[in-house]
């Protein structure tokens, strides 16, 4: 009696499992955003605990696409459209988009909600990269967001405070004037001085002003100046500090003998002076102390940004 044998095996065809297919419900990448952030968010639609049961369904069988195409695969959703959207994608095809250049790409904070409602998030929180420590103002929607989040459901509304729109707007216009120098630099070097004259109480009536505008107080909480309280007081100053990355930006890209020249007679210090109204005369180790310390902040700046000779 002979044994029957069971089907043969056909080598000619090897067998690939379809480990992905698309998701039922789609979501929109929004411009920017985190890949992290986009993962959770399309899991989140997709009522899934975890993107990763998705993105890795099996132990034993091994999927050969990359990160890109396994999205573009389970979101629908176009390449062209994944890698506009998501710069961490960007180094699987750089032929149709760019990577990131600098350090700007690790700069990460919540998008503005209002913007996120338009993009059909439901609520969802978004996480996009940011150009830089300069970016802080969504003036589509006049809303703070960098750390502006009095509590998860809030932002803070900029309606009674236009100039600090109008200081986002300046600072995107020197953006592109001086493309290809290290902007956001200077913007954190102008932003330190600042605040360090700040704490001397020497520019803080503009200041309060705006901060009374756009500043509510709970009258069921304990001021706490370390809380949301020092969130609105960087907005408030937000409109003096793009003033001052303005001049420092057209100062330092001064000729180096122009520049020392002005520095020596005074000149420097007295556009500072002229550009802002200090609250009282510095005196004793005040003046000299804030003189240096400007010159000092042209030529930090100069350093970074003025052309190479």
């Known amino acids: 009696m002979n044994r029957q044998r069971g ?8 067998f690939k499992p379809a480990l992905l297919r698309p998701l039922p419900h789609p979501v929109t990448p929004f411009p920017n955003e985190t890949l992290i952030s986009y993962r959770q968010r399309l899991a989140t639609a997709n009522q899934l605990p975890d993107f990763r049961t998705v993105r890795t369904p099996s132990r034993w069988l091994l999927c050969q696409l990359d990160e890109l195409e396994k999205l573009e ?18 180094h699987y095809d750089p032929g149709i988009a760019p990577e990131p250049q600098g350090r700007s790409n690790l700069l990460i904070r ?28 969504c003036i589509r ?21 236009p100039e600090v729109v109008r200081a986002q707007i300046v600072l995107n216009r020197l953006e592109l004037k001086y493309r290809g120098r290290p902007f956001g630099l200077c913007y954190q070097l102008c932003e330190r001085f600042w605040g360090e004259i700040d704490h001397r109480a020497l520019v803080r009536k503009d200041s309060e002003g ?12 304990l001021p706490n100046r370390f809380g949301p309280v020092q969130r609105f ?9 793009a003033l001052l990355t303005q001049l420092v930006m057209a100062l330092a ?12 007679t005074g000149g420097t210090y007295a556009a500072f ?26 030529d930090a700046t100069a350093k970074y940004v003025a052309p190479r000779t």
Request: a positive charge; aromatic letters at 8%; hydrophobic letters at 35%.
């Open 73 to 90: 695969l389970l979101s629908g959703h176009p390449r062209k459209a994944l890698l506009w959207a998501i710069p961490e994608l960007r």
């Open 253 to 264: 890209l001064q000729p180096e003998l122009d520049r020392k020249a002005k520095q020596i």
């Open 7 to 14: 089907p043969a095996v056909v080598k000619s065809l090897p």
């Open 141 to 161: 929607h006049r809303r703070w967001l960098a750390c502006g989040k009095v509590n998860p459901e809030r932002q803070i509304s900029l309606e009674n405070a």
């Open 273 to 298: 002076e002229e550009s802002f109204h200090l609250d009282y005369k510095p005196r004793t180790l005040t003046g000299p102390w804030i003189r240096s310390k400007f010159n000092s902040l042209i």
């Open 233 to 241: 007081r960087r907005a408030a100053a937000y409109p003096r500090i």
């Open 110 to 137: 919540r998008a503005c909600d209002l913007c996120g409602w338009r993009s059909g998030s439901s609520g969802e929180p978004i996480y996009v990269h940011t150009r830089g420590f300069h970016d802080n103002v």
């Open 210 to 221: 705006t901060f009374e505008r756009i500043y509510r107080p709970d009258p069921d909480d």
